[in-house]
C-alpha cells in the first residue's frame, strides 16, 4: 500500500520523525483558498497522486497568499501526472530552505537486511543524481543483526557523514535517520523516503516530501490500515476489484494489449516480449498453474471488459493445467462474451497442447488466432492491436 505525502507525514509525526506543521487536505478550490487563508502568508499548494515528478508536471506551486492558491489549484486539480489524476490538493506552510538533501531506508532483497540512501543533493530525481554522479549517493546496507535494537545513532551519524551532508546539519540528520528507521520497522513499511530532506534557515533539519510504501502483507498487525484509504485517491480500479473478488491475480496496466496466463513467471515474461515487439501490455492476469476451463472463462472475461484492450493474447503451458480444458474453456467465455471486436492470439503448449489447438482450430472462431511461439503470438497480438 502506497501512501500520499501527507499520509506519509502524518506516519512520520508519530513516530517523531520532524515534519513541517500539519496542512489541510482540500477537494475544491474553495477548500484550497480557505486552508490558505487559515494558514496565511506563502503556501504550498501540492497534488496528492501516488507517483513521483509531480512538480515537473505542475502539481506542486507556491502561492503567495490565498487568491493565488485558489488559481493555482484550478489548474492542478483534474491534472493527469504520469496517469493518476489530481483529486485531492494538500495545502501547507511553505518552508523557509536553505539546502535539500536525500534519504530513504527500503528492503535490501539481495542482502536479506535494510538499505539506506543518503545524498547531500536532494529535491531531484536521485536516479538522475545516481547516473550522472554516483559518488554523490551513499547506499549503506544494514544486516538484520545490525538493528536488533534499531538504527544505532553512531552508525546513522556515519552514514550522513559519509555523504558528506555539511558539518552543521549531521547531528539532526542523524537523529533524524534514527527515527526514520524506527518508523520503517514500526510501521512494517517497504519504503521510507524523503526528498527532499530540508534544512531550514533556522538550522533544523525537517522531512519537507514524504513517500511511504507499507507492506499490504503485515496489514493484519495494524489496525489502521484501511485509515489510510481515502476517497478521490484510493478507489479501487473496478476491473482489479472484480478480479479480487473472484479470485485472479490481476493488475491493471496502460497498455492496449491484453495479457493472460497460467503462472506469474510466464505472465511476467509474456509481458516482456510484448515489449520487445513494440507494444504495451493492458493487464498482469495470472489463472494459475491448474486453472479450469471456469476460471479461464471468468479471466478472459474480464481482460475483454477493458475497453483498452484491442486484442489479447493468451499465453498457456500445460504442466498441472490441460490445454484441451483452456481451449474449451476460451470458446465458452467467448460464446459468453457474444459479439466482440477484439481478436485472441492463443498459443498453447505442454499438456494436451495438440488437443487444445485441434479444439479451436475446429471451432473455426473468426476471433481466435492460433500461434506456435510466444514470440509469434506477441508480434501478431501488437499488429492487431495497434491497427485495431
Not at 501512501?3 to 500539519?22: C, I, M, S, T
Not at 546513522?156 to 547531528?171: G, H, Q, S, W, Y
Not at 485472479?248 to 509474456?270: E, F, H, P, Q, R
Not at 479450469?292 to 484492450?309: Q, Y
Request: include cysteine.
Amino acid at each position: 500500500m502506497d501512501l500520499v505525502e501527507f499520509q506519509g507525514k502524518q506516519l512520520f509525526a508519530r513516530n517523531d520523525v520532524p515534519v513541517p506543521p500539519p496542512g489541510a487536505v482540500c477537494r475544491t478550490p474553495d477548500e484550497v483558498e480557505a486552508a490558505a487563508t487559515s494558514i496565511g502568508g506563502t503556501v504550498v499548494v501540492k497534488s496528492q497522486v501516488k507517483t513521483g515528478g509531480r512538480g515537473k508536471a505542475g502539481g506542486v506551486r507556491v502561492a503567495p497568499d490565498a487568491a493565488t492558491a485558489r488559481a493555482v489549484s484550478t489548474d492542478i486539480f483534474g491534472l493527469d501526472i504520469k496517469g493518476h489524476v489530481v483529486r485531492v490538493i494538500y495545502v501547507e506552510d511553505a518552508s523557509d530552505i536553505a539546502e535539500e538533501y536525500y534519504l530513504s531506508v527500503m528492503h535490501d532483497r539481495v542482502n536479506k537486511g535494510y538499505l539506506v540512501i543518503c545524498s547531500a543533493e536532494g529535491g531531484v530525481d536521485i536516479e538522475e543524481v545516481n547516473r550522472t554522479n554516483p559518488d554523490a549517493v551513499v547506499k549503506e546496507p544494514l544486516l538484520p543483526s545490525d538493528t536488533v535494537g534499531g538504527l544505532a545513532r553512531d552508525r546513522a551519524l556515519e552514514i550522513v557523514t559519509k555523504a558528506n551532508l555539511p558539518d552543521d546539519a549531521r547531528e539532526p540528520a542523524a537523529d533524524l535517520l534514527v527515527r526514520l528507521f524506527d518508523a520503517f520497522r514500526n510501521e512494517d513499511a517497504t519504503l521510507a523516503e524523503i526528498n527532499p530532506l530540508i534544512k531550514t534557515t533556522d538550522g533544523r533539519v525537517i522531512a519537507l516530501d514524504a513517500k511511504v510504501s507499507l507492506d499490504g502483507n503485515a496489514a493484519f498487525r495494524h489496525d489502521d490500515y484501511d485509515e489510510w484509504k481515502i476517497d478521490g485517491i484510493d478507489a479501487d480500479d473496478p476491473l482489479e476489484a472484480r478480479a479480487k473478488q473472484a479470485g485472479i491475480a490481476y493488475v491493471k496496466l496502460d497498455g492496449s494489449v491484453g495479457v493472460l496466463g497460467n503462472g506469474a513467471g510466464l505472465v511476467m515474461a509474456t509481458l516482456d516480449v510484448v515489449a520487445q515487439a513494440g507494444g504495451h501490455a493492458a493487464n498482469f492476469l495470472d489463472v494459475g498453474g491448474g486453472a479450469s476451463a471456469e476460471e479461464m472463462a471468468t479471466s478472459l472475461e474480464l481482460v475483454l471488459s477493458d475497453p483498452n484492450v484491442k486484442a489479447v493474447f493468451v499465453n498457456i503451458f500445460g504442466g498441472i493445467t490441460r490445454c484441451d480444458l483452456i481451449a474449451e474453456g476460451i470458446l465458452g467465455a467467448l460464446d459468453q462474451l457474444g459479439d466482440i471486436s477484439q481478436k485472441l492470439v492463443v498459443r498453447l503448449d505442454g499438456t494436451n497442447a495438440a488437443e487444445g489447438r485441434t479444439i479451436l482450430n475446429e471451432a473455426n472462431h473468426p476471433n481466435v488466432l492460433a500461434a506456435a511461439t510466444m514470440g509469434e503470438a506477441a508480434k501478431q497480438a501488437v499488429a492487431l492491436a495497434t491497427s485495431a
